[in-house]
C-alpha cells in the first residue's frame, strides 16, 4: 500500500527556514504529482503548494508564493517543502498528499495523505 512519511517539522523563530520531506512508498512515484497542504488549529486543512510529476512545474498558494519551493527527487521518492522567511501564521500541521490531477488546489484530488509533522513558528 502506499505510505507517505513527513519528516522535518520542528520549533523555530520568525525569519528561519526550514525544510520538510516526504518519503513515499508503495507507487510508482514519479505518475504523481505531490502536493503539501497545511492544518493550523482550529482551521481547515489548507493547501500549501503542489509539484508534478517529473518535478518541472510547482503551484503555490497566494500565501507562501516567494517564501516556500517544493522540489522532488523521483530518484529517492521524496518531495520536499523549503520554507523560508518562517511567520507565526504558518504554524500548521503540514502534510504530503498524492494526486494523479496536476494543477490541483482542492484537498478532494488527492488520495493519500502522510500523517503530519508539526512546524511551530515563534515571534
Known amino acids: 500500500q502506499v505510505q507517505l512519511v513527513e519528516s522535518g517539522g520542528g520549533l523555530v523563530q520568525a525569519g528561519d527556514s526550514l525544510r520538510l520531506s516526504c518519503a513515499a512508498s508503495?507507487?510508482?512515484?514519479?505518475?504523481?504529482?505531490m502536493g503539501w497542504f497545511r492544518q493550523a488549529p482550529g482551521k481547515e486543512r489548507a493547501f500549501v503548494g503542489a509539484?508534478?510529476?517529473?518535478?518541472?512545474?510547482?503551484i503555490y498558494a497566494n500565501s507562501v508564493k516567494g517564501r516556500f519551493t517544493i522540489s522532488r527527487d523521483n530518484a529517492k521518492n521524496t518531495v520536499y517543502l523549503q520554507m523560508n522567511s518562517l511567520k507565526p501564521e504558518d504554524t500548521a500541521v503540514y502534510y504530503c498528499?498524492?494526486?494523479?490531477?496536476?494543477?490541483?488546489?482542492?484537498?478532494?484530488?488527492?488520495?493519500?495523505w502522510g500523517q503530519g509533522t508539526q512546524v511551530t513558528v515563534s515571534s
Open positions: 498528499a498524492t494526486t494523479r490531477t496536476f494543477p490541483a488546489v482542492v484537498r478532494s484530488a488527492y488520495d493519500n
Open positions: 508503495g507507487l510508482t512515484f514519479s505518475r504523481y504529482a
Open positions: 509539484v508534478s510529476g517529473n518535478g518541472g512545474t510547482t
